[in-house]
């Protein structure tokens, strides 16, 4: 795909971290980039500085999903590319027993399925509504390709650690999606990539303590260092100008390996 200012992409969790960056490389190249988030000051601000769109969505509600798209959408047109980027993490295990009183406590169940609602449901029920979309719009190359969609997983969907049982289901399903979504799309012309980001300088691992972080970054083999987020983009914009990836999965994690724990 040649990305020029005929291109239009969306972006969910655009706001800030890899979102934000993937916004911002496809901005660089030309693209008209819409922006959904639930942080709506900062995403509104991100958007005026890229020349973009900016719209308040849930992803893991269906109105707000189709409301955020029709916003979008009316502003840039429909989207030839689309990049999930939003998510949420927590730390809990399977069960677990307090140091304090011993007592025996199972995974919270709310708090997984909010994770999973969010980072999986979230997922397809954003890439569902823009591949029919794509679907509609006219081949843009003799091979008839009409879109691509990219989804973000994580590292922790091939060796989470312990107390992400939530996450790396919720990254672990996005991954399995990659391949059906692909085959199912590959007749209209729409690919289907994912992304594996490892440690990066996002949001989440700013708030963690330094040694925390650091003993992180010691499984990182090389560079040796957390990933800035640019890099991330490249990588979704590396997909999107070469036609022949498809229903594949890229790891970007300079090498690292997630420690148990």
Same mark, same amino acid.
């Given at each position: ?5 005929? %291109? ?5 969790? +655009?706001?800030?971290g890899l979102g934000e960056a993937t ?7 030309? !693209? ?24 308040? !969505? ?26 999930? =980027?939003? +998510? %949420? ?19 919270? !169940? ?15 029920? =954003? ?22 969609? !990219? ?53 989440? &691992? ?42 594949? &999965? %890229? ?11």
């Amino acid at each position: 795909m040649k990305l020029s200012s005929e %291109i239009t992409a969306v972006v969910t969790g +655009g706001a800030s971290g890899l979102g934000e960056a993937t916004a911002r490389a496809f901005a660089a190249k030309g !693209v008209k980039v819409g922006i959904f988030d639930m942080n709506a000051e900062r995403g509104q601000q991100v958007a005026s500085e890229i020349g973009g769109v900016f719209a308040k !969505v849930n992803v893991a509600d269906e109105a707000s999903v189709d409301a955020g798209f029709e916003a979008v959408r009316a502003e840039n047109g429909t989207e030839r590319l689309f990049i999930n =980027c939003a +998510g %949420i993490g927590l730390g809990m295990k399977t069960a677990s027993r307090k140091r304090d009183t011993g007592a025996i406590l199972a995974h919270d !169940v709310a708090a997984y399925k909010r994770v999973l609602d969010i980072n999986l449901f979230g997922s397809f029920l =954003c890439a569902s509504k823009s591949a029919a979309a794509m679907m509609a719009l006219e081949p843009m190359d003799p091979d008839g390709e009409r879109g691509l969609i !990219v989804n973000t997983a994580s590292v922790a969907a091939q060796d989470g650690q312990i107390g992400q049982l939530a996450y790396a289901a919720s990254k672990g399903g996005i991954l399995s999606m990659a391949l059906p979504m692909a085959r199912d799309l590959a007749r209209e012309g729409i690919r289907v990539n994912t992304i594996l980001p490892g440690f990066y300088e996002t949001p989440i &691992y700013e708030q963690m303590k330094p040694e925390v972080k650091e003993s992180l970054r010691a499984h990182v083999q090389f560079p040796n260092r957390f990933g800035q987020p640019s890099e991330f983009g490249d990588v979704a914009v590396f997909m999107a100008e070469h036609a022949y990836i498809n229903a594949e &999965y %890229i790891r970007t994690d300079a090498g690292a390996r997630m420690p148990p724990r």
